[in-house]
């Protein structure tokens, strides 16, 4: 069974603090590994699609990383407005291109 | 561009009432998808489809019914509502293809559903 598990759960910064959020997967192959940003009250916002390990993408304060076994959001310098839930989820090769399998989510709240 | 549009934004039913939550999308996207969202538990799919004619089960489908007759339109049916149907729902569309363009998939902004 493909599994993902995201820590923290929650997070709290201090405005210009930078951290790193952590996606752990368990998957049979992995086809890509996305990375969301859910606001309050709002649907999930595509950050990054990840699909080999030693990959990187970055957008503005934040930096994803993949290795075989986890990824990595790293939030440099966050400002106020970088407060949010991020969301790991995994596409796995034989499913669905519609199909994600998602973490938990970890809630980052960065404080002026 | 529209995006994703999911109606209604608020709706509360009574146990065993059906409704429709209805999904759109306009970007010629083959792949739809239901998801709903619960505290602790995360995003889990509901039911998805891989073009019109087709869907297929997800992990929690039971009490839930898809069809799709167009490529645009992907509606979620409750047929009879029950409490633990309290949940967000959100739908997602994408291309069904590799790479970046193909690859990423949206959502909409979400469904909220209380059941009494």
């Known amino acids: 069974e493909d599994q993902v598990t995201q820590s923290p759960e929650a997070l709290r910064l201090q405005e210009g603090e930078s951290s790193s959020l952590n996606c752990s997967y368990t998957v049979s192959g992995l086809r890509g590994l996305f990375w969301y940003r859910q606001d309050p009250g709002k649907g999930p916002e595509f950050l990054f699609t990840?699909?080999?390990a030693g990959e990187e993408k970055e957008k503005e304060r934040l930096k994803a990383t993949l290795t075989k076994k986890e990824s990595f959001l790293h939030i440099t310098a966050p400002k106020p407005e970088d407060s949010a839930t991020y969301l790991c989820a995994v596409q796995v090769y034989g499913t669905s291109y519609g199909k994600l399998t998602f973490g938990q989510g970890t809630i980052l709240t960065v404080h002026p | 561009n529209a995006g994703v549009t999911q109606t209604p934004k608020f709706q509360v039913l009574k146990t065993g009432q059906s409704m429709t939550l209805q999904c759109a999308q306009d970007m010629n996207h083959e792949y739809m998808s239901w998801y709903r969202q619960d505290p602790g538990m995360g995003l889990r799919l509901i039911h998805y489809s891989v073009g019109a004619g087709i869907t297929d089960q997800g992990e929690v489908p039971n009490g839930y019914n898809v069809s799709r007759s167009t490529t645009e339109d992907f509606p979620l049916r409750l047929l009879s509502a029950a409490p633990s149907q309290t949940s967000v729902y959100f739908c997602a569309s994408s291309l069904g293809r590799g790479g970046d363009s193909g690859n990423t998939i949206y959502f909409g902004e979400g469904s909220w559903l209380t059941v009494v």
């Open positions: 990840l699909y080999s």
